[in-house]
């Protein structure tokens, strides 16, 4: 069974938004801190935010009060919200724990943000 599934990316315009999903099995949801990465060609990946079970944030310098993020316990959902999107936020966005504890990574979902 998939493990990690995000979707909602796509090709947006500079200053456009997106709201990025992920669905995550109850085993690596429950109790764990999740977090948003991203990686650019070229670049390392990189933690752009997480989110702990009972909703404490951190976000990464580049992408505070552009990016929310949000989780749903219930349905084992983590979610991005993105606003004032920058072409330098143009990536392969994943999920998983902060740290990330989860060997196999989803597919990823494309963020392309032009000029």
């Known amino acids: 069974q998939v493990q990690l599934v995000e979707s909602g990316g796509g090709l947006v315009q500079a200053g456009g938004s997106l709201r990025l999903s992920c669905a995550a099995s109850?085993?690596?949801?429950?109790?764990?801190?999740m977090g948003w990465y991203r990686q650019a060609p070229g670049k390392q990946r990189e933690l752009v935010a997480d989110?702990?079970?009972?909703?404490?944030?951190i976000y990464a310098d580049s992408v505070k009060g552009r990016f929310t993020i949000s989780r749903d316990n219930a349905e084992n959902r983590l979610y991005l919200h993105m606003n004032s999107l920058k072409p330098e936020d143009t990536a392969v966005y994943y999920c998983?724990?902060?740290?990330?504890?989860?060997?196999?990574w989803g597919q990823g979902t494309q963020v392309t943000v032009s000029s």
């Open positions: 109850g085993s690596i949801f429950r109790r764990n801190t």
């Open positions: 989110i702990t079970s009972g909703g404490s944030t």
């Open positions: 998983n724990t902060s740290p990330p504890r989860w060997a196999i």
